[in-house]
T-cell receptor
Framework: GENVEQHPSTLSVQEGDSAVIKCTYS??????FPWYKQELGKRPQLIID?????GEKKDQRIAVTLNKTAKHFSLHITETQPEDSAVYFC????????????FGGGTRLMVKP | DTGVSQDPRHKITKRGQNVTFRCDPI?????LYWYRQTLGQGPEFLTY????????KSRLLSDRFSAERPKGSFSTLEIQRTEQGDSAMYLC???????????FGSGTQLSVL
């Protein structure tokens, strides 16, 4: 089955700096890659996603890049703010039978004011 | 709130007792998923339904776990003879199509004493 590795497990940045979180996946059939943000005690919330026919997607301060050949994708957050502090999870999904998301282990992002 | 709702939010039980959780997906979503999340980890897939049909179950789902979605709307997850290792956050999610966005509920936090 699919295996998703995520790193770093913790990331501390100064407010205003950029943050990059990287994930690799094992199954070349995976074709949908969402990113979720989870604040303490709250539900995971989708912040951005990318499909395998696209190499990059941007939404204001966040962007995701995908390298299908290398089977890795990354989340980029620019101009970080204290409210960006949370745990971020990447995930991968195949479009055929099953359709479940396989999640990475998470990255705890701390943005210091 | 028209999102995914789960009940109860918290459940404390003694080892050996049975527990049942409920999930109400977003009304137009025909796909419903159950995930389990332990502290510091990403959500792990348990099972999923398309309408009332349970289409996939993870190997994580032991015989003590059973899930139903009798009318293709709400779903229940029952754990029989709970064990301390069952302590986790149980998350429900729904989506409308494959490769579409997955929306999570706030989860049921289970503590088995």
């Amino acid at each position: 089955g699919e295996n998703v590795e995520q790193h770093p497990s913790t990331l501390s940045v100064q407010e205003g700096d950029s943050a990059v979180i990287k994930c690799t996946y094992s199954d070349s059939a995976s074709n949908y890659f969402p990113w979720y943000k989870q604040e303490l005690g709250k539900r995971p919330q989708l912040i951005i996603d990318i499909r395998s026919n696209v190499g990059e997607k941007k939404d204001q301060r966040i962007a995701v890049t995908l390298n299908k050949t290398a089977k890795h994708f990354s989340l980029h957050i620019t101009e970080t703010q204290p409210e960006d502090s949370a745990v971020y999870f990447c995930a991968a999904q195949k479009g055929n039978a099953g359709n479940m998301l396989t999640f990475g282990g998470g990255t705890r992002l701390m943005v210091k004011p | 709130d028209t999102g995914v709702s789960q009940d109860p939010r918290h459940k404390i039980t003694k080892r050996g007792q049975n527990v049942t959780f409920r999930c109400d997906p977003i009304s137009e979503h025909n796909r419903l998923y159950w995930y389990r999340q332990t502290l510091g980890q990403g959500p792990e897939f348990l099972t999923y339904f398309q309408n009332e049909a349970q289409l996939e179950k993870s190997r994580l789902l032991s015989d003590r776990f059973s899930a139903e979605r009798p009318k293709g709307s709400f779903s229940t997850l029952e754990i029989q003879r709970t064990e301390q290792g069952d302590s986790a956050m149980y998350l429900c999610a729904s989506s409308s199509e494959p490769l579409e966005k997955l929306f999570f509920g706030s989860g049921t936090q289970l503590s088995v004493l």
